[in-house]
């Protein structure tokens, strides 16, 4: 799982770097090498050319992207710009359900899903699946934060902390680290 998330941040490191968006991370848009299990970022039909985006409010069955993975500020109801940062909780979405086996929302209404985005935290991983080492369940937590500016800034950053828990967790440290420092 960390290898593969690691993979799919340096993949959205470079993407952001050309000043992309992708607006729609999740399972539908990544393929995975069946030998070597490398990640691969397709459809880019959503994506913005743009370094920010505001979007107004859209009728929940207008918002494009899907919307179980997609982060608070895409949903047009909290009046923020939609960056990089967004492709980052979306992968937190992902990585979340990777670790727990379900989506941290599992409503089917637009309306609910909406809702938890914007405002419930889900249980952390580290509660739904207690084999979960405390520090991959709170570095998916921090990519959950609803605040942007509370969740990794860069892909690049978050590559970093991925890299140094892998490192960590295959050499048996458990030992807590601060995350987003690079």
Do not use: C, W
């Not at 494009?64 to 895409?74: F, I």
């Not at 990777?98 to 249980?123: K, M, N, S, V, Y």
Request: charge should be negative.
């Amino acid at each position: 799982t960390l290898r593969f998330t690691l993979g799919v941040a340096r993949i959205l490191a470079g993407v952001h770097k050309a000043r992309v968006i992708h607006k729609d991370i999740g399972p539908a848009n990544l393929l995975i090498h069946p030998e070597t299990l490398a990640p691969t970022l397709i459809d880019f039909n959503i994506a913005s050319d743009v370094a920010q985006e505001v979007l107004g409010f859209t009728h929940q069955s207008q918002i494009a992207g899907t919307l179980r993975y997609m982060a608070p500020e895409q949903t047009g109801r909290t009046g923020r710009s939609v960056d990089q940062r967004a492709d980052l909780y979306s992968l937190g979405v992902l990585l979340y359900e990777l670790t727990t086996g379900r989506p941290p929302f599992e409503g089917e209404d637009l309306l609910d899903l909406i809702h938890d985005h914007l405002a419930r935290t889900p249980a952390t991983p580290f509660e739904l699946q207690p084999q979960t080492p405390p520090m991959l369940s709170s570095l998916i937590m921090h990519l959950l934060e609803k605040e942007p500016d509370r969740r990794y800034q860069s892909a690049e950053g978050l590559a970093q902390d991925l890299a140094r828990l892998q490192t960590a967790l295959l050499a048996g440290d458990t030992t807590p680290f601060a995350f987003g420092q690079d």
